[in-house]
């Protein structure tokens, strides 16, 4: 069974571009999470949906992020537009509604 | 804002020795997750534990769930090279009645040296 899948794995931009981060979660769960890595602050929860609804998203940082799960199987992480802070490793993690969390490769963001 | 700290955030041993890696919060958790994390990779579920005083075994890994569910270790017994990576802990809790969500620690870095 595949698991979680993020694109792009790795994305390099320059600052004040757009960047959308793309996740599909495992298929027949209903809960997507997107979190963001760094060394200074670890691995913070930023947004998540059940069943599609945006449950909780005190964790973002600021308007220039958004996120949005068009459908059940597939969510974005857009930020715009895109500062030298934002640089960090980005995960999404889906869950079959339980305790169990499968969280995806990441990608590594680099604004520069 | 739930907290989460762990220590040591770094460690280096000798392959055989033991080791334990601890996280501690004020707040009560439902549940209390560990996790391993390798470079370039997401982190993977370990154990849950969910009752106070829980011990689970998984091999040579035992973790531990403090009796008022606020703290936990991970104890490593004869550590092998691969052992080594980011070990996160990560505390449960429940939001309005069915959303679940989790507190990570910032990890213990684990260099298990051959």
């Known amino acids: 069974d595949a698991g979680v899948i993020q694109s792009p794995r790795h994305e390099v931009t320059e600052m004040g571009q757009e960047v959308t981060l793309r996740c599909k979660l495992i298929?027949?769960?209903?809960?997507l999470f997107w979190y963001r890595q760094t060394m200074m602050r670890g691995l913070e929860l930023l947004i998540y949906f059940n069943n599609n609804v945006p449950i909780d998203d005190s964790g973002m940082p600021e308007d220039r992020f958004s996120a949005k799960m068009p459908n059940a199987s597939f969510s974005t992480l857009k930020i715009q537009p895109s500062e030298p802070r934002d640089s960090a490793v980005y995960f999404c993690?889906?869950?079959?509604?339980?305790?169990?969390?499968?969280f995806g490769p990441g990608t590594r963001l680099t604004v520069t | 804002t739930q907290l989460l700290e762990q220590s040591p955030q770094f460690l280096s041993i000798q392959e055989g020795e033991n080791l334990t890696v601890y996280c501690n919060s004020s707040?009560?958790?439902?549940?209390l997750q560990w996790y391993r994390q390798e470079p370039g990779e997401g982190p993977v579920l370990l154990v849950t534990?969910?009752?106070?005083?829980e011990v689970k075994k998984l091999k040579r890994l035992t973790f531990q769930f403090g009796d008022a569910r606020k703290d936990s270790s991970l104890h490593i017994t004869a550590a092998q090279p691969g052992d080594t990576g980011l070990y996160l802990c990560?505390?449960?809790?429940?939001?309005?009645?069915?959303?679940?969500?989790?507190?990570f620690g910032k990890g213990t870095l684990l260099t298990v040296n051959p």
């Open positions: 993690a889906s869950s079959p509604g339980t305790l169990l969390q499968y």
């Open positions: 990560a505390g449960g809790s429940w939001s309005g009645g069915s959303n679940y969500k989790l507190t």
């Open positions: 707040s009560v958790f439902s549940s």
């Open positions: 534990v969910v009752t106070g005083g």
């Open positions: 298929s027949g769960h209903n809960s």
